[in-house]
């Protein structure tokens, strides 16, 4: 997968129109220093930037295969590219969002990175609303909670809003 032309291109591309955005998912995982596998760039832009992105997307060739108030799925013919999901957020969470994400390297693109609070909120949200996310998704999780300065009474609290505090338990119960 070319993960760092998708990257730069979509950078250039919301710097050049002034949109906020930060890489979320699996690939700002990866630019806190977890290697893992994925299939898809994830971006988190303001929910009135989603239609000029989409129309982005598909003028790269990216089929949009979803669109959602709060998310979109594109899929790129050509699998080098990989697919492309966009996270529309709004209001306080969107300048939470934007305000606590920060300047990290991605193979290579530097870009702003969401913080790792928000990233396992994301990732929580997913889990409840699929719950074989778990297995994507805990082990990111379990390394997030592992970085200098996380604020786990925080990321607590996001998994005791969605009823699934018996899995942080699990996965900080060794943590210390």
Do not use: C
């Not at 930060?22 to 806190?32: C, H, M, P, R, S």
């Not at 925080?154 to 060794?174: P, V």
Request: proline share 5%; aromatic share 10%.
């Amino acid at each position: 997968m070319q993960f760092d032309a998708v990257l730069k291109t979509f950078k250039e591309f919301f710097e050049r129109e002034g949109i906020r955005y930060a890489l979320a998912g699996g690939l700002a995982v990866v630019a806190w220093g977890h290697q893992r596998p994925t299939n898809d760039a994830d971006f988190v832009v303001g929910g009135t930037d989603g239609p000029r992105v989409r129309a982005f997307a598909e003028s790269l060739g990216y089929e949009t295969t979803h669109v959602s108030n709060g998310f979109s799925n594109h899929r790129h013919p050509n699998r080098t590219f990989g697919d492309l999901d966009l996270m529309y957020v709004y209001g306080d969470t969107a300048e939470q969002v934007f305000a606590g994400s920060r300047p990290r390297d991605a193979l290579g693109v530097e870009l702003p990175v969401t913080r790792p609070e928000h990233l396992i909120a994301m990732k929580v949200v997913a889990m409840k609303n699929s719950p074989l996310r778990v297995l994507i998704d805990a082990p990111d999780i379990a390394y997030l909670l592992t970085l200098p300065g996380i604020d786990r009474a925080r990321a607590r609290e996001y998994f005791a809003k969605h009823g699934l505090l018996k899995i942080y338990d699990e996965l900080t119960q060794d943590l210390g």
